[in-house]
Each structure stands twice: as C-alpha cells, then as structure tokens.
C-alpha cells in the first residue's frame, strides 16, 4: 500500500497540506470516492425511496439497498435483514436499550458495562436502567489500560441480563478481547452489544465469528459521511425486539383501530431515511475494502507505534496508559500544561487533535485526569505527521514553560 | 511562532497562570461560589470578604488551563477595594468585550490586555469568563455551582 497514494484520495488533506489532522478517532477525513457518491447522487439519483413507481426512485431504493448488502457484507452478516441503518452508534445503542432491554429488565436485574466506555454506551443504559429499576456496573480497567478480567467471574453473576462493551477504546485505544468476554457472557445465556465504533476502520470485523448479539458502527469514523451508521443484530432478536420510532416506511397498515409493522429491518427505520448518507457509506466501505484490512492495520499500528515510542522520549510526557493490545488513539498530558493550552499552540502550529475528556469521563475519574490530550490515527497519516507532531510538543513546552 | 499565539501566551498571560495573585483561601468569607468548565475540568473557586457594600478582600483557588488561571489572578487584581456595584459593572463589560459585543475592554489594567489575544482564539473564550461567572456567582449568593461549557 502506498501511502502517499492513499493521502492524495483526500480532497481536504490535498487542500490543506501543512495540516496535520491527528483527530481521526473523533472523525475521519473522507476520499474522494466518497465525496462524489455524495454530489452524484444529488446530481443524478436524488429520489425519495421504497415508494416511488418512477425509475429515478427504483434506481436509488437499490442503490440504498445496495449498501445494506456492503455493511452485511463488511461485518459478515448472515443476512441483510440484519442490517440497520441508524444515525450513529449513539442512536443504536438507544435504539437496542429502548426496545430490546426495555423488554426483559426488571428491578434489580444488572447491566454490565466497562470503565473505559463511552458515554454513548452508558448514558442510554442507565436510562433504560432508571425505568426499569435495574443497574448499571462496571467491570474495572487496569492501570495498562486493559479490562481487569480476573474480575469477571464475580460480575458475571445471574443478576446480569446484558453485557455491552467497546470494542476499541476512544481514549485508551485499548482493543479489547471481545470474542473471550461474548463467550463467557453466551454460557451464562447473556446477550452482547459491542460498540465498534472505533474498531471497524482499523480491522476486520465478523459478527457471525464474534456470536455478538448486537454490533455497532458510526459510518463518519470510518471514512464515510455523518448521520448515518449501522446496527447489527441477530434476526431472531431484531424480529422479536418492538418498534422504535414510529412512522412511514416501518408499517405495513396504518389504521385508527390498528397499525401494523414490517419486519427488521425496515421495522427500525421510520420516515424517509439518510438514503445519500447510506449510499456514501458504501462508497466508504468499498474505500476500506480496496485498501485491504491488512494493509491499514499493518499501516497504522507502525504509526501507532512509531508515535508513542517518539512520544516516550518527549520529557515531562506522560502517556495515559501503555499496553501492547492498542491502535488508533494515544491519550497524554504534558507535565504543568493544561491540555486545552497543549491544544491551542498545537492548532498554531497546523496539528489539529483533541483535548478534553473525550465522552469518558468516568474513565478520566479512574485515572485521576480532569483532561487528556489525544492523539488518533487514520489510514492517511504518516510518520511525517508523527514527526511534525512530536515537534509541535516541544513547542508547546517553549512557549509555557518560557 | 504566530503573532496571535505571542499575544495569547505572554510574558504576562503565563506570569499570572503560573504564580497567580490572591491563590488562597480567605480566613473570613462572607461571599462565595464554584464553577466549573465539566468538558475540560477548570475548576474555580471564588472567595469574597464584603463589607459595607465594597469587596475588601478577594481570592481564588482552582486548578485549569493557562487562560483560566490567569483570568481568575488578573480578576482578584482589579475587582479588590471595589464597589458591588463597580464590580458587577467590571463582570458585564469584560463578559461583552470576550464574548465580541464590545470593542473596548474598559479596564486600565497593563495585564488585561493579556486577555485581550483570547479573544482571537473563540474556542477558549470560556476558559476567561469563567471566573468572573463564578465571581458574579458570588456576589449575587447563587446557590447553585456555575457550570461552563468550552471546546473538549
């Protein structure tokens, strides 16, 4: 793979060459070919979908369908009945709380989820928890960064209904055995939802493999547009789970007397949906696919690895965590400098990269860090990017500590 | 290093973050608030000593970015020895000068024209008023923790 070759596919990266864009993990740059899926299909396809006798709409129901069978594909799904498409991994982890765990929670009942999650995956699950009287805890993370299983056996307890976990860490970049933590939740017959929304740019993922009940990915962190997403879940459950929002589209009878409702997955997907979003995510996926998992992952965890050794060597640096099972995002502080501060000279200095609590905040009370700085990688980036960013670091401790 | 980045980051600016004035509990406080900015943990408190209707004593304790840090010294500098009223008057006039309605900051202060290049970065803008939210907090007996939201 060609790096350099890979860089020139985005249009932004090549409009603006002295940026070095180190926040891949809170969005990715898009290629080209997903940016012209975009105008092509307002230039000629734009058509409302799975209503229109017109050809303009048949020829964009399939290509919106068409994409339904990539992401099946690219998670290797059984069928694309099990295909969702939502807004993001925000609105399916709602979505599955809503329906599915709403189902069968009740008092006392536990939800199992981890210190390193996302807010995403833990906000709609204490909502959900709230209105059932049930609870949320957590199984620990270590001072490296990985979950402390030995811990497990004793939170794995019949008490437990649901188990949800990230796949990749936004922050730590920590990848997690998911496949290990589904197999042990599945003897105890308890269903798993996995936030793979930092996962599936980096690698190869198959849901039939995993045996995960329900699987989630954000289409904007893997080189695709915003508001649109994927939620995988086994169609027993799917067809079993209630609708979510109700409208257009999701019925198959409206009447004041009775309604009625189609299967998954169009069950799901009320109102006319984000179809340019759904047809520019296949463009995504199609980019992902060219490339080859492989290749990124080789390609980005030699970056990855390259930075935090460079990393290493800044003095008064401190890495959040270190641990060998990681890719994509790197958090640190530097020694008596905020991290807004460290942010602000960075963006001076043309590195765009974020600094905050990055939705982890309980993350952050674990570590005993109000705030990080965090460094995330894409397919794009280079060990010129890490150099430049490595320099930026020691401008920033000229400039504050003066 | 550019020119907005000199101005933000002076002698002066990083002078007050790193040794700020009146970085102290008061041993007597008749007044007091918290704010916090939760998206990147500035944390402020403000400890005032009021006594017939002037700020005879102010001081800060908090932990946070450059710019709130030197926001909250610089603050505690000019609000001492001022009327409740002049006080108030000071908060508005430095709220509006950051948050753009106003050209002129209004105060003849050498150091708050180190503020002024804050101005040129709008996401950190919060990172300077929160002080003077938590002062203003203060001086109205708010019961309630001011809470500020910035880039993060």
């Not at chain 1, 939170?155 to 188990?163: A, C, E, F």
């Not at chain 1, 105890?188 to 993922?205: E, K, N, R, T």
């Amino acid at each position: 793979m060609n790096i350099e070759d890979i860089k020139k596919d985005f249009p932004l990266l090549m409009n603006h060459p002295d940026l070095v864009y180190l926040d891949t993990a809170a969005s990715s740059q898009k290629p080209s070919s997903v940016i012209q899926a975009i105008s092509r299909y307002y230039e000629h396809e734009n058509a409302n979908i799975h209503r229109g006798v017109y050809r303009l709409s048949a020829e964009a129901t399939a290509k919106y369908e068409q994409s339904r069978i990539k992401a099946q594909k690219f998670l290797n799904a059984q069928s694309p009945e099990e295909i969702v498409f939502v807004r993001g991994v925000t609105e399916a982890i709602n979505l599955v709380a809503q329906t599915f765990a709403k189902s069968f929670l009740k008092k006392d009942d536990e939800i199992l989820l981890t210190e390193m999650e996302h807010h995403s995956n833990i906000v709609p699950w204490q909502l959900v928890a709230e209105s059932c009287g049930a609870k949320v805890k957590t199984i620990p993370v270590l001072d490296n960064g990985e979950l402390d299983l030995n811990k497990l056996p004793n939170l794995l307890t019949d008490k437990v209904k649901l188990l949800s976990i990230v796949h990749v860490s936004n922050t730590l970049g920590t990848i997690n055995p998911i496949k290990i933590l589904i197999a042990q939740a599945k003897k105890l017959g308890i269903p798993v939802f996995i936030d793979g929304a930092q996962a599936v740019s980096h690698m190869a993922v198959d849901v039939q493999d995993l045996d995960c009940d329900f699987y989630a990915f954000s289409g904007h962190k893997v080189y695709g547009p915003t508001g649109i997403g994927v939620l995988y879940g086994k169609k027993q459950h799917l067809n079993n789970m209630p609708p979510y929002h109700g409208g257009g589209d999701m019925i198959q009878s409206v009447s004041f007397e009775k309604t009625t409702y189609k299967q998954a997955p169009q069950k799901f997907e009320a109102g006319t949906p984000n179809i340019c979003g759904a047809i520019a995510l296949g463009a995504a996926l199609d980019f992902v696919k060219a490339i080859g998992f492989k290749e990124i992952f080789d390609h980005e965890l030699q970056i990855f690895n390259y930075a935090r050794e460079c990393m290493k060597k800044v003095a008064g640096l401190a890495l959040m965590v270190e641990n060998i099972n990681s890719i994509g995002a790197i958090s640190f502080n530097l020694e008596g400098i905020h991290p807004h501060d460290v942010g602000t000279i960075l963006d001076a200095h043309n590195i765009a990269i974020r600094a905050g609590h990055h939705c982890t905040q309980p993350l952050m009370k674990r570590f005993c860090l109000s705030a990080t700085v965090r460094a995330s990688f894409g397919v794009y980036n280079t060990d010129e990017d890490v150099d430049k960013f490595i320099t930026g670091l020691n401008k920033v401790k000229e400039i504050i500590r003066r | 290093m550019s020119s907005e980045l000199t101005n933000l980051y002076s002698e002066i600016l990083l002078e007050h973050s790193q040794q700020p004035s009146n970085f102290k509990k008061l041993p007597v406080v008749s007044n007091y608030a918290h704010g916090t900015n939760p998206l990147c943990g500035d944390a402020v408190d403000v400890y005032l000593r009021i006594e017939e209707g002037k700020i005879k004593e102010i001081s800060f304790e908090g932990q946070g970015c450059a710019i709130c840090m030197a926001s909250s010294s610089m603050m505690t500098e000019c609000i001492k020895g001022l009327t409740l009223k002049e006080a108030e008057k000071l908060f508005e006039g430095f709220r509006d000068y950051m948050q753009g309605h106003k050209q002129e900051l209004g105060v003849d202060l050498e150091s708050f024209e180190a503020l002024s290049g804050v101005k040129r970065f709008p996401m950190r803008v919060k990172c300077a008023t929160l002080p003077w939210h938590v002062l203003n907090a203060a001086l109205n007996n708010e019961k309630q923790d001011i809470s500020e939201e910035c880039s993060g």
